[in-house]
């Protein structure tokens, strides 16, 4: 964050004309930088931007915020390093991203858990999101109210098409830099790859990886078809990005404009879920006209091997009972 004191701008009007151009009377005495790793024209980088334009408004310039969208400044992990050292003030992320630093943040992506969004959006809206976001103010961060949609993923191919846990063995899959998603694919007997999205389209044109997984939404902004062939809906995991913010930029604001910011983005966040409902209408028929491949599959067999796995007893083990039994209550027994 970059802090003008609000007595050097008052001041201004007492300075001769060549200073004040150097300090102009609009300079925002808060200037914030909000980054994420989607593409411009993902309704995350949309609502961002108007949340930001609504802020600067709303705080009569006091508060100016820069989105820096696409990865503009570098990977999920450097974003995240960023914004523990105050480098950068606000970042979506995933929480299963998230969770290299605080571990219980990836409890929404364990396979299978969420039927559907009413059930997704009760739980991170209620119990377990604020328990999540208990664990993230412990590390240090500051987590805004409503998560962003990301979406469940479904799983994407360039040589296979994937339609039992079969397919999966020995299969080249990347997956974003997280615990859980690498003991996932391996419980499915698959060998994921981390590599941060930054990477993904290159490493899928280069055949670093066979496949991937993600958000139809995503995997149409992105352009990921255009280096896929097949995408099997296994809805296999639910994925929402938390608004973060680094503590001393969120703390270092007055009451008021604190609550300004949380408003305006969490406005935002409710919005661009609902964006994303909307494309999911239509995304599959899309993609589907543009060559992508689709493939039914045997869902409660993914399940299943990931229970037989043992996937399910390890993650409740590392989790421990609270978060666990949280999930549960919200989504039933998972054993
Ligand atoms: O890295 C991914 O695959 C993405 C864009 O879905 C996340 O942010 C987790």
């Known amino acids: 964050m970059t802090r003008l004191p609000r007595r050097a701008l008052l001041a201004g ?10 300090r102009p009377a609009q300079a925002a005495e808060f200037s914030f930088k909000l980054a994420n790793n989607s593409p411009v024209t993902h309704p995350q980088s949309v609502r961002q931007q108007e949340a930001a334009d609504r802020i600067r408004q709303a705080s009569g310039g006091r508060v100016d915020m820069q989105l820096f969208p696409n990865n503009q400044l570098g990977s999920d992990t450097d974003m995240l390093s960023q914004l523990r050292s105050g480098a950068l003030d ?3 992320l995933s929480g299963l991203i998230l969770a290299t630093l605080v571990p219980p943040a990836s409890i929404n992506g364990i396979g299978f858990a969420f039927k559907d969004y009413d059930t997704v959006w009760k739980a ?3 119990r377990l999101g604020a328990y999540v976001r208990g664990e993230i103010d412990k590390r240090g961060l500051v987590a805004m109210e409503k998560m962003w949609d990301n979406g469940f993923r479904q799983i994407t191919s360039s040589t296979r098409p994937i339609k039992t846990p079969n397919d ?3 299969f080249k899959i990347r997956v974003p830099v997280s615990p859980l998603w690498t003991s996932m694919f391996q419980a499915l007997g698959a060998s994921p790859v981390s590599i941060n999205f930054a990477e993904v389209y290159s490493a899928l044109q280069t055949k670093i990886a066979e496949g991937e997984e993600n958000p139809l939404s995503l995997i149409q902004i992105a352009k990921l078809y255009e280096v896929q062939k097949y995408c099997s809906m296994t809805s296999h995991m639910w994925d929402g990005f938390w608004m973060l913010a680094n503590k001393r930029s969120f703390n270092g604001l007055p009451p008021d404009l604190q609550a300004l910011v949380a408003a305006e983005l969490n406005r935002s966040a409710v919005q661009e879920r609902e964006d994303i409902a909307k494309l999911n209408g239509s995304v599959a028929d899309d993609l589907r006209s543009k060559g992508l491949e ?4 045997d869902k409660p067999a993914f399940r299943d ?3 037989q796995a043992g996937f399910y007893a390890d993650w409740k083990k590392k989790y ?3 978060p666990w039994s949280i999930l549960e209550s919200e989504v039933g027994s998972l054993s």
């Open 294 to 297: 689709f493939v039914e599959v």
């Open 90 to 92: 606000f970042f979506t």
């Open 168 to 170: 999966l063995k020995g």
């Open 13 to 22: 009007a007492a300075l001769p004309l060549f200073v004040i151009r150097t």
């Open 320 to 322: 421990g009972d609270e």
């Open 124 to 126: 991170m809206d209620g």
């Open 305 to 307: 091997a990931l229970k």
